[in-house]
């Protein structure tokens, strides 16, 4: 595995982790790559710090630099062809994110703001907009009155800007407008139809993305495969790792009858999606029932 950080994070926790300690322990967060495979066979695993810029499918390398700036020609883990497909590259996400130092540092930097902030503008109605502007508003504003419907004259004015016609599109209608009520009575305004033009100073918020003209065998945020959630990563993996022991099989001359077929994905587009709203309220459907 070459990944740029040794730490690994449990992103789905994010909105709630950035804003505090005391609100999400960091200890739970945070977690050390390696660690994970030491219960596997010695020297099957190899963990490289570095992030992957080359992939050679004429000499079957792969080059990545190093935390040091070198260049490292990694030919440790040999390629297995068969039927011209090459199996043992897998990129599992868009981003890698370099975790330990600047991220804690960025989070901190945010956090040291909060208590003196009077306007956040946050864009995208998806997910993590909904979740973070929920997170942000009951942390900073509290709450409206039992029987109000939304909260007046907020500590805080939060505005969640998207560019469709309602927040949430993988949800119906009805439960986007149940995630918007919510929202309102934590101080949060959402703003459709509409897109950020300019952010000043110039190029805040954005991370430049991992970017390669190889195709790899993909999962994750990185594949069109299927919508990028948590859940459709559980039929994802043993569909992968299927089709990688069956081409191994192959390569080593085995029958066909004793490799298999290739597995087939097939993704799930039922409605599904989980979206918490502070700590205690929240919408969404599973498997289409709301």
Same mark, same amino acid.
């Given at each position: 595995?070459?990944?740029?950080?040794?730490?690994?994070?449990?992103?789905?926790?994010?909105?709630?982790?950035?804003?505090?300690?005391?609100?999400?322990?960091? !200890?739970?967060?945070? $977690?050390?790559?390696?660690?994970?495979? *030491?219960?596997?066979?010695?020297d099957s695993f190899r963990f490289i710090q570095g992030t992957a810029t080359k992939l050679d499918h004429h000499d079957r390398y792969v080059t990545a630099s190093l935390k040091e700036g070198r260049?490292?020609? #990694?030919?440790?883990?040999?390629?297995?062809?068969?039927?011209?497909?090459?199996?043992?590259?897998?990129?599992?996400?868009?981003? *890698?994110?370099r975790l330990s130092k600047s991220l804690r540092a960025t989070w901190e930097t945010f956090r040291e703001a909060l208590p003196n902030v009077k306007h956040i503008v946050i864009a995208g109605g998806?997910?993590?907009?909904?979740?973070?502007?929920? #997170?942000?508003?009951?942390?900073?504003?509290?709450?409206?009155?039992?029987?109000?419907?939304?909260?007046?004259?907020?500590?805080?004015?939060?505005?969640?800007?998207?560019?469709?016609?309602?927040?949430?599109?993988?949800?119906?209608? +009805?439960?986007?407008?149940?995630?918007?009520?919510?929202?309102?009575?934590?101080?949060?305004?959402?703003?459709?139809?509409?897109?950020?033009?300019?952010?000043?100073?110039?190029?805040?918020?954005?991370?430049?993305?991992?970017?390669?003209?190889?195709?790899?065998?993909?999962?994750?945020?990185?594949?069109?495969?299927?919508?990028?959630?948590?859940?459709?990563?559980?039929?994802? $993996?043993?569909?992968?790792?299927?089709?990688?022991?069956?081409?191994?099989?192959?390569?080593? *001359?085995?029958? !066909?009858?004793?490799?298999?077929? +290739?597995?087939?994905?097939?993704?799930?587009?039922? #409605?599904?999606?989980?979206?918490?709203?502070?700590?205690?309220?929240?919408?969404?459907?599973?498997?289409?029932?709301?």
């Amino acid at each position: 595995m070459v990944r740029t950080s040794s730490q690994a994070i449990c992103r789905p926790a994010w909105p709630r982790a950035l804003i505090s300690d005391d609100i999400f322990p960091q !200890e739970k967060l945070f $977690v050390g790559v390696p660690q994970q495979f *030491e219960q596997c066979p010695e020297d099957s695993f190899r963990f490289i710090q570095g992030t992957a810029t080359k992939l050679d499918h004429h000499d079957r390398y792969v080059t990545a630099s190093l935390k040091e700036g070198r260049q490292y020609r #990694e030919d440790g883990i040999p390629y297995a062809y068969h039927r011209h497909r090459y199996i043992h590259c897998v990129a599992l996400t868009r981003t *890698e994110w370099r975790l330990s130092k600047s991220l804690r540092a960025t989070w901190e930097t945010f956090r040291e703001a909060l208590p003196n902030v009077k306007h956040i503008v946050i864009a995208g109605g998806g997910l993590t907009g909904v979740e973070t502007a929920g #997170e942000l508003g009951e942390y900073l504003n509290g709450g409206a009155d039992w029987f109000s419907s939304k909260l007046e004259n907020p500590k805080v004015t939060i505005t969640l800007v998207t560019a469709g016609s309602k927040i949430l599109p993988v949800l119906r209608p +009805d439960i986007a407008k149940k995630a918007e009520n919510f929202l309102a009575q934590v101080g949060v305004t959402v703003v459709t139809g509409s897109r950020v033009a300019t952010v000043s100073p110039t190029g805040t918020g954005t991370e430049s993305a991992l970017t390669t003209n190889a195709t790899w065998c993909a999962i994750g945020d990185v594949g069109s495969h299927a919508r990028p959630a948590v859940h459709n990563i559980l039929n994802t $993996v043993p569909t992968l790792c299927a089709n990688i022991k069956r081409d191994l099989l192959l390569a080593e *001359e085995k029958e !066909e009858s004793t490799a298999g077929a +290739d597995r087939v994905f097939k993704e799930d587009t039922r #409605e599904t999606q989980l979206v918490p709203i502070g700590k205690s309220k929240g919408v969404g459907a599973a498997m289409g029932f709301q």
